[in-house]
């Protein structure tokens, strides 16, 4: 049986237990044992703030052990996997010792605060043979798995165009630390990022108009086209400066030859050419939830990960930081390494 140290108790999280604990109930080989925060007891008896909504507001942590330092937690507790939700700045360093350590690593997006730094983390996945994926959720939430599943059977042909769209308020805290974050365009942006690395490989080149908005943060809001050799238009626009009660949203419509697809709410409809259109079926799981089943069903196996590999997010990486370059630039067009 796996034992699962949780380390970072902030919204993701609390998304991460929520979704052990669901799979504890239904009777997956694995125990989250240990939960670690430096401000663990603060937290253990408030609320969260995110784009989705936990399941509960104030946890009864009673049933597992609480640490305040990992070290304490680790000399502490026999663990096979530790599952990082802190903030991004944190991410390299801590991935690299564990793996060096002969821990399983399930870290969360984004994967670093720099390409350097992700390069780093997959080598030292790659060199210790311990497991790490990123969670990069959308490469397991249904709707996106549907469009994958479109384009890569081309049931409908070839994309000729797609618009990609993510926003929300500001989120508080350490997000607008630029230095921590990235801003939006590394920690909400690399989200759609990585989807259209995923679906279409890595762009030639990138060219990204962006701003600040909120005072002393990185960039708030940006808007990129994405430039292949068959000459496809495809854009994404991530905001975090949304004001009023507009809440979360993401949204896609990707154009194929033979019908185009919608993602508005939580409907994802099929419009085919010269038929009725209609709402693809789909899993009510959030990709939360199947991400971490993935993982563990992957360490408990022996199988590396392939839907989400350290090298495919490292390239996720890459294209953001070309993204950037451009909209420092003004915009203009930059290759992606």
């Not at 210790?128 to 798995?145: S, V």
């Not at 960039?219 to 507009?246: E, I, M, R």
């Not at 993401?250 to 994802?268: C, H, I, P, Q, S």
Request: glycine letters at 10%; aromatic letters at 10%.
């Amino acid at each position: 049986m796996l034992k699962i140290g949780l380390v970072g108790f902030g919204f993701m999280g609390r998304m991460h237990f929520d979704n052990y604990v669901r799979l504890m109930e239904e009777g997956a080989d694995f125990r989250l044992v240990a939960i670690c925060d430096v401000q663990i007891e603060q937290l253990k008896n408030s609320k969260a703030n995110g784009n989705i909504a936990t399941e509960q507001e104030v946890y009864d942590l009673s049933p597992f052990q609480l640490y305040d330092d990992i070290e304490k937690m680790l000399a502490s507790e026999e663990l096979d996997v530790v599952d990082i939700t802190l903030p991004t700045d944190l991410h390299a360093e801590l991935t690299c010792g564990l793996l060096e350590r002969g821990y399983h690593v399930m870290c969360e997006k984004p994967m670093a605060r720099s390409l350097e730094e992700a390069s780093k983390m997959a080598e030292t996945a790659a060199r210790t043979g311990k497991t790490l994926m990123i969670g990069q959720c959308l490469r397991f939430w249904p709707a996106y798995e549907y469009l994958k599943a479109c384009v890569e059977d081309g049931r409908y042909g070839a994309v000729t165009a797609g618009s990609f769209f993510r926003g929300s308020a500001a989120p508080q805290g350490w997000f607008l630390n630029g230095e921590r974050s990235g801003g939006c365009m590394l920690d909400m942006h690399v989200h759609d990022t990585d989807m259209i690395h995923w679906l279409f490989g890595k762009p030639e080149r990138v060219s990204s108009i962006a701003r600040n908005v909120i005072p002393g943060s990185a960039y708030d809001t940006v808007s990129t086209n994405y430039a292949y050799p068959d000459g496809k238009v495809v854009n994404a626009q991530a905001d975090w400066s949304l004001q009023g009660d507009v809440g979360f949203s993401m949204t896609f419509r990707v154009n194929f030859e033979k019908a185009t697809l919608v993602l508005a709410g939580d409907e994802l409809k099929v419009h085919p050419a010269g038929e009725t259109g209609f709402a693809a079926e789909l899993s009510p799981d959030m990709g939360y939830y199947r991400e971490l089943k993935y993982f563990l069903d992957s360490v408990a196996s022996g199988k590396p990960v392939s839907v989400c590999t350290p090298e495919s997010a490292v390239g996720s990486i890459a294209i953001v930081e070309a993204e950037i370059r451009s909209a420092d630039q003004g915009g203009v067009p930059v290759a992606v390494s």
